[in-house]
């Protein structure tokens, strides 16, 4: 039965590619921001209406259904997609690029959907030969706190029926169309917004003894914070803190400014250590500053948790993609420092969140996720209906 389902549900992918491209497209081309999807939200609601699907909305903006199997297992079996966009103003001369200026599916959300949608028609199409039941999950808000993940649990996504395990697939253009990667165990940080204000005293630039310079306080406070990574966290537990924003409130090159902004972001695996480090970021700020006569205002936004891949839910899905694809298409993942709000998910219950090839360097299709040239390689569709497919028939069985 596993060969012939493999068999049947890769026909399916490769009957379904077609339409699940231009429905990728027609989202692509008409992107919305996070917790802003009603166009997007209206478009899956309606295509899971003509499945014969009674989709319910969650949060808004956010879809789910459920396709229910023949019976023999009481296992749900969740797979999710991503609907929200990003603000960026897409760069290309393809047919669907946005029309809607400033915004665009710079993440691969649109493929997500589009994918899960393919994914749901196979899935349908072969419900009696489902052992358990498949609950498909549209979620708004990945790419905006507090993330639509967490929203969705608070309203019960993962209740009624009971979820048992929950999958999630991603794009990647670092992995070649055709190819699939998974990771056992971490897989992706945590991540903090760091908004950091030190507070001076302004003044002439010929006369700094008279004031206190935040510019030169700030700068120390760069450095001393470099500290958390090199001296406080472990060796075994990854840590990254990256400052990307500097702003004063001075006007011109001989004023010293009263006030210095910095922004930045803190990312690492370990909830009991990202805690900790916390309340080390605002110490060495605070301690700091004063060393030099100068406050500090520390404003830590926390984020998503990190992410978990389960052991044995993505051994099975490892093997099951080993199966559907043969073992010279399945890559193993390294840890990835960006965030997902999946991982959210991956605290409740046992979670596999796993990467689909996008790229083609004979198309010219390498741009990294959030730029305004990213694209896919349109053969990556069938890929990303058949697994997905395969692995919830695979996980749903008793």
């Known amino acids: 039965m596993g060969e012939s389902m493999k068999e049947q549900i890769q026909q399916l992918a490769q009957q379904f590619k077609s339409e699940i491209i231009a429905i990728r497209e027609?989202?692509?081309?008409?992107?919305?921001?996070?917790?802003?999807?009603?166009?997007?939200?209206?478009?899956?609601?309606?295509?899971?209406?003509?499945?014969?699907?009674?989709?319910?909305?969650?949060?808004?903006?956010?879809?789910?259904?459920?396709?229910?199997?023949?019976?023999?297992?009481?296992?749900?079996?969740?797979?999710?997609?991503?609907?929200?966009?990003?603000?960026?103003?897409?760069?290309?001369?393809?047919?669907?690029?946005?029309?809607?200026?400033?915004?665009?599916?710079?993440?691969?959300?649109?493929?997500?959907?589009?994918?899960?949608?393919?994914?749901?028609?196979?899935?349908?199409?072969?419900?009696?030969?489902?052992?358990?039941?498949?609950?498909?999950?549209?979620?708004?808000?990945?790419?905006?706190?507090?993330?639509?993940?967490?929203?969705?649990?608070?309203?019960?996504?993962?209740?009624?029926?009971?979820?048992?395990?929950?999958?999630?697939?991603?794009?990647?253009?670092?992995?070649?169309?055709?190819?699939?990667?998974?990771r056992k165990g971490l897989y992706m940080a945590s991540t903090d917004e760091l908004y950091i204000t030190i507070h001076g005293k302004g003044g002439h630039g010929a006369m700094p003894h008279l004031g206190i310079d935040p510019v030169a306080v700030t700068a120390q406070v760069i450095v001393a914070l470099q500290q958390l990574v090199s001296r406080k966290a472990t060796p075994i537990i990854p840590t990254v803190l990256s400052f990307g924003k500097i702003n004063s409130d001075g006007g011109a090159t001989n004023v010293i400014p009263n006030s210095v902004k910095i922004e930045g972001t803190l990312r690492t695996l370990d909830e009991a250590w990202r805690a900790k480090a916390h309340q080390h970021i605002k110490e060495i700020c605070e301690h700091t500053a004063a060393a030099y006569g100068a406050t500090a205002e520390v404003r830590i936004e926390k984020g998503y948790p990190y992410l978990k891949n389960d052991v044995p839910l993505t051994s099975t899905a490892i093997?099951?993609?080993?199966?559907?694809?043969?073992?010279?298409?399945?890559?193993?993942?390294?840890?990835?420092?960006?965030?997902?709000?999946?991982?959210?998910?991956?605290?409740?219950?046992?979670?596999?969140?796993?990467?689909?090839?996008?790229?083609?360097?004979?198309?010219?299709?390498?741009?990294?996720?959030?730029?305004?040239?990213?694209?896919?390689?349109?053969?990556?569709?069938?890929?990303?209906?058949?697994?997905?497919?395969?692995?919830?028939?695979?996980?749903?069985?008793?």
């Open 26 to 182: 027609q989202i692509h081309a008409n992107p919305e921001l996070s917790f802003e999807e009603y166009n997007t939200s209206l478009l899956v609601e309606n295509y899971l209406k003509d499945l014969g699907l009674n989709p319910q909305r969650i949060a808004n903006t956010g879809v789910w259904a459920m396709i229910n199997g023949n019976g023999k297992s009481a296992k749900t079996i969740a797979l999710r997609a991503d609907l929200d966009a990003l603000p960026i103003t897409e760069k290309g001369n393809h047919a669907y690029i946005s029309k809607n200026e400033g915004i665009m599916h710079a993440c691969g959300h649109d493929v997500h959907a589009a994918c899960l949608l393919g994914a749901a028609k196979i899935l349908v199409s072969i419900k009696d030969q489902i052992e358990g039941n498949i609950k498909l999950v549209f979620q708004p808000g990945e790419e905006k706190l507090p993330g639509g993940a967490s929203l969705l649990i608070k309203e019960g996504i993962l209740d009624n029926p009971k979820v048992d395990a929950i999958i999630g697939q991603h794009v990647m253009p670092f992995i070649n169309t055709g190819n699939v990667g998974f």
């Open 319 to 398: 093997e099951a993609a080993n199966n559907y694809m043969g073992t010279r298409h399945v890559e193993e993942l390294d840890i990835w420092m960006a965030a997902e709000d999946f991982a959210y998910y991956s605290q409740e219950v046992p979670a596999c969140f796993y990467r689909l090839g996008t790229r083609n360097e004979a198309k010219g299709i390498t741009s990294p996720v959030h730029t305004n040239t990213f694209d896919i390689d349109a053969d990556a569709i069938e890929t990303g209906i058949g697994l997905m497919a395969y692995l919830a028939w695979t996980t749903a069985k008793a």
